[in-house]
């Protein structure tokens, strides 16, 4: 075991000496190819600490004062990403971008009206899990954003982790309060909307519904992947969402209530606004209350049903009682800033309809067909990408029948997509009988899926509200998702249904596709999959029907967020040319962009970042300026380099030390972020590192903690290939070439080979050998012999290794691309990468603690089947908590002691000596185990405040 004797003196660290370290080290690279600057300061700092020349405290003290200057950092790179200045700017630029509006309109109201008839843009609030910081560092990070960024010495005061307990009801109320914010931005916006527009167009201008964009939100909603989300859940959040939209319809018109004058129109009117709210608040209170009891008490289900279905007229099912009061206000009052004020609130009311924003419910293609499967129950629909199976279900749209469902029906089903249907069914009786309903349904890469879902809808009677929207996000899906979409709108009872809801619905993302074929070629896939839709759309002449197109992606670069701001991050998920495209077709198309879990929301973390977000959203809808850009007239050097890039990239998945650095520790260098599991259904623990089951958010999380973004700037060189100079004329003339170069060269900035080789070296049988060679430490030379034993048959190192070798002969032509563009390349590292590396090397010092107390383990009887062998394994792979259970269930250490005042009639000399070597196990093995894996995890969290967000 180790000494614990303290150290009277122990030395403090210097932040600065430790990255002048580094510097000096870098300089020693070309005379010493093998030198490692990051692990050589962490063998440094790992010797003087298990030394105790420095103490663990000293360590965390100096992690710690970096991660607070990366979250600052981070936290000022969101200001600059949403594009905040201050609110009088972003004002500014919306009513100049109305007023724009207005002149196009040559003094026409009704050209006007029709301009702002349809929201071209949307935001959605998704629940994926990227939760990895509390709720007080989140505000804490907005609160520096929106404050003076000239500020010096910063304080966080806070710890670097999530939640202690991250529970969907936690994501709600997070996606809440974000909404919130949406909602005051939203009435805000509408403010000046007004006040630009009845400047140009009189009073008649109030009467106007402008759909400035949407809002939306899946958290509660979301069963892909997760059998977790009863219907009773669902259902109850949606009441809840209800009652906080009129409740906060009615805070907000009790203020403007006291503006009214005293005259007995406005106020009889005022009043009846005011009744029908605190009615329809009192029969949502009785719905929750009911669902609520049902929900602890499931005998209860035939009278909780009673309860919300009963109809007493009280309950609002529509928001047009209320608009047709807020337009008889408009007219009987004369202040024109009234008349605004009303108009903007009854704006806001048309946006969200009867709940704080839109809902999206979300499954996935194999829960839909299984349904479909269960409800048939026929022999044919084993395989449902057949001719005669698709005409088989064509033909049960067209003789569909009328089913009806009640929460009997609905708590007795047991297939997920039919009971989602038969949720929505409910929804719209009895909550929002009005507000449409997306429908997503991932993974689809069949027509026959969406099919069936809108037979689904059809025999629920839901297809009128209910948006179906197909997810194409594998690389098979965006190659096939243009054919799929094609075959659908031959179809009749697709048309109908599309033209029945004047809109076609698609879906695209970054999960698969990012990490199958790498983030570059994703985007040129996805983007390509565009161009595709839009010439199937004119050619399908499919009229008066827009085309909804959701943007799923992440919060950082390998998940389809742009470094830059708002509107580049926009642009470059609906590229200049794909909305051109659309445009030139005359076809209406709508761009809705993802904003994912905990990262996602901080955009939305106060009223004045959000007003900022909002508005740069809302002004997103205009159609590009036509322009050449040479990428697209090049169109056989775009598609080679397309497939040399997705080429590299599959390689690299293929290649085992991808899958190592991926399984080494897997998920267990990482705080958990979210509700959702962290394996996918049916996931076992051999599939750890393997690419192809692990889920996207950690798959790049993992690749950030490693210190390389493989997925984002690896190929680059390969894919230009021989043409070098063509590429780089193009390049210099090209936006969209450079929009994706300077995706790959942030990411180059903060990626270190270094960092990922010097993560590897922990597994190395060799150094563990060398350190007890040297007979420098000898107090754990017997660790440092079974650390070097165990590992000596372990390939992770030397697997990891050649992946190092294989990037960096790529790095070397990427470096010289940048170089010829004047682009910045993070050859020599800024002072912003030089502290991640510093955090990676006291990270790897605290993992070679670990690493140092589990060869320490006492043998014990195998415990539930593990052996010690295998207790050391899963210590080295940062199982620590499981590793902990197991381990004090083999000596469990009790603080009972014999008190001395107590007088046994019977001596005894003999005092247990296994409780004080128990107690010695836990103090000295045990519990600081469990300290370095939490500073370890915490250090993680650090990490990723410099790729701006988790995964």
Request: glycine share 6%.
């Amino acid at each position: 075991m180790q000494d614990t004797t303290r150290v009277e003196h122990s030395a403090e660290l210097d932040e600065l000496a430790l990255i002048e370290e580094l510097k000096r080290l870098r300089t020693q690279i070309p005379d010493n190819p093998s030198l490692n600057p990051i692990l050589n300061v962490a063998f440094d700092l790992s010797r003087r600490l298990e030394s105790q020349a420095i103490t663990f405290d000293a360590v965390k003290n100096l992690a710690g004062r970096l991660m607070d200057r990366a979250c600052v950092r981070r936290a000022r790179r969101l200001r600059d990403k949403v594009g905040y200045v201050d609110q009088a700017t972003t004002l500014k630029d919306f009513t100049a971008y109305v007023e724009k509006t207005a002149n196009e309109a040559a003094g026409s109201i009704e050209a006007f009206a029709q301009r702002w008839s349809r929201a071209r843009t949307g935001i959605v609030m998704t629940a994926h899990p990227t939760f990895g910081l509390s709720d007080a560092l989140y505000r804490r990070m907005v609160e520096i954003a929106v404050a003076d960024p000239s500020a010096k010495e910063v304080q966080i005061g806070i710890p670097h982790r999530p939640e202690e307990t991250l529970t969907l009801r936690h994501e709600h109320k997070c996606v809440q309060e974000a909404i919130r914010n949406l909602r005051n931005a939203y009435e805000e916006l509408l403010h000046a909307f007004f006040s630009v527009s009845s400047q140009k167009f009189g009073e008649a201008a109030f009467k106007l519904r402008p759909k400035l964009a949407t809002m939306a939100s899946w958290v509660g909603y979301d069963l892909d992947g997760r059998n977790d989300i009863s219907w009773t859940f669902s259902f109850h959040v949606r009441l809840l969402e209800k009652r906080a939209a009129l409740a906060d319809i009615r805070e907000r018109f009790v203020v403007l209530k006291h503006k009214l004058d005293d005259a007995d129109g406005p106020q009889r009117i005022a009043r009846q606004i005011v009744g029908k709210l605190d009615l329809g608040i009192a029969a949502v209170d009785e719905q929750i209350k009911a669902i609520e009891q049902f929900e602890n008490d499931h005998d209860y289900l035939t009278k909780a049903a009673n309860v919300i279905t009963k109809s007493d007229g009280y309950n609002l099912l529509t928001v047009e009682p209320l608009q047709t009061l807020f337009e008889q206000l408009i007219d009987s009052v004369e202040a024109p800033q009234v008349k605004r004020a009303i108009a903007a609130l009854s704006g806001l009311v048309a946006a969200t309809g009867l709940g704080t924003s839109h809902i999206h419910l979300r499954i996935n293609a194999l829960q839909l067909n299984n349904a479909f499967r269960a409800y048939v129950h026929e022999p044919w629909t084993r395989d449902l990408t057949e001719r005669q199976s698709l005409a088989r279900i064509v033909d049960m749209i067209k003789n569909c029948p009328q089913e009806t469902v009640n929460f009997s029906t609905l708590d007795l089903e047991t297939a997920t997509a039919i009971r989602q249907f038969a949720l929505t069914a409910q929804i719209q009786k009895h909550v929002d009988r009005e507000t449409p309903i997306r429908f997503l349904i991932a993974e689809a890469e069949s027509p026959a899926t969406i099919l069936i879902a809108v037979f689904f809808a059809k025999l629920f009677g839901v297809d009128h509200i209910t948006d179906i929207s197909p997810l194409f996000e594998t690389p098979s899906g965006l190659e096939n998702g243009a054919r799929i979409m094609e075959r659908l709108v031959e179809e009749d009872t697709y048309r109908d249904y599309v033209q029945g809801r004047k809109r076609l619905s698609i879906q695209t993302g970054f999960s698969d596709a990012g990490r199958f074929i790498g983030q570059i070629p994703a985007t040129l896939a996805i983007e390509r999959y565009y161009d595709s839709l839009s010439a199937l759309v004119a050619k399908a002449k499919l009229q008066n029907v827009e085309t909804l197109i959701f943007s799923t992606h992440g919060e950082s670069m390998g998940r389809g967020a742009h470094p830059g701001d708002l509107h580049q991050r926009l642009h470059y998920l609906m590229t200049d040319e794909s909305r051109r495209r659309f445009a030139d077709a005359k076809i209406p198309v709508k761009h809705e962009t993802s904003f994912q879990g905990g990262d996602g929301y901080m955009t939305f973390g106060n009223r004045a970042l959000t007003t900022r977000a909002l508005a740069t959203v809302v002004m997103d809808g205009e159609i590009p300026e036509e322009t050449i850009d040479p990428f697209y007239t090049e169109q056989n050097f775009n598609l080679d380099f397309f497939l040399r890039l997705r080429a590299f990239q599959q390689k690299l998945f293929a290649h085992d030390g991808y899958r190592a650095v991926l399984g080494a520790f897997g998920a267990n260098l990482l705080f958990k972020t979210g509700s959702r599991p962290v394996k996918r259904q049916g996931e076992h623990t051999s599939d750890r590192g393997n690419p192809a089951r692990m889920r996207a958010i950690p798959n790049n999380a993992i690749l950030q903690q490693f210190g390389y973004l493989a997925n984002v700037v690896a190929g680059l060189g390969i894919a230009v290939g021989s043409e070098v100079d063509h590429f780089n004329k193009l390049a210099r003339s090209s936006k969209r070439l450079q929009s994706m170069l300077a995706m790959v060269a942030h990411a180059k900035t903060i990626s270190s080979l270094n960092a990922m080789g010097a993560n590897a070296k922990i597994f190395d049988a060799g150094f563990w050998a060398a350190r007890a060679s040297w007979g420098r430490e000898q107090a754990l030379n017997s660790a440092f012999r079974t650390l070097a034993t165990h590992l000596l048959p372990d390939d992770r190192e030397s697997d990891i290794a050649e992946l190092v070798h294989l990037l960096r002969l790529d790095a070397i032509d990427l470096h010289a691309i940048l170089t010829d563009l004047n682009i910045e390349d993070g050859m020599t590292p800024d002072e912003n990468r030089l502290e991640l590396d510093l955090l990676q090397a006291i990270r790897l010092a605290v993992m070679m603690r670990i690493f140092i107390l589990a060869a320490q383990l006492p043998r014990f009887t195998p415990q539930d089947g593990l052996s010690h062998t295998q207790v050391l394994e899963m210590a080295l792979g940062l199982d620590i908590p499981d590793v902990l259970a197991v381990l004090r269930k083999a000596f469990p250490h009790s603080n009972r002691k014999i008190d001395e005042k107590d007088e046994f009639n019977e001596p005894a000399s003999y005092r247990p000596r296994g409780v004080n070597d128990y107690g010695r196990l836990e103090t000295e093995i045990l519990t600081p185990m469990e300290n370095s894996y939490e500073f370890v995890r915490e250090i993680g969290t650090g990490i990723s405040h410099h790729f701006g967000a988790f995964g």
